[in-house]
């Protein structure tokens, strides 16, 4: 934003960045309280890391269960 020199409101700087995300990603952040960008970001990134952090437990839990 600051490259750009971004002039919009933080709300359409919000919307803008709540519509980038895909669709999983913006349900579970929407359902969270954020007033700045930043608590966006914030969020985002915790969703990103528990979604990972499921993913390699499906993972390993497959793996685990499976036939040698």
């Known amino acids: 934003m600051i490259k750009v020199i971004l002039n919009e409101d933080r709300e359409a700087?919000?919307?803008?960045?709540?519509?980038?995300?895909?669709?999983?990603?913006?349900?579970?952040?929407?359902?969270?309280?954020?007033v700045e960008l930043e608590d966006l970001v914030h969020q985002d990134v915790k969703v990103e890391q528990q979604l990972e952090r499921k993913s390699t437990m499906r993972r390993s839990s497959s793996n685990f269960h499976s036939p040698s």
Request: proline share 0%; no cysteine.
């Open 13 to 34: 700087t919000m919307t803008r960045f709540l519509h980038r995300l895909n669709s999983d990603m913006r349900n579970v952040v929407e359902l969270h309280n954020y």
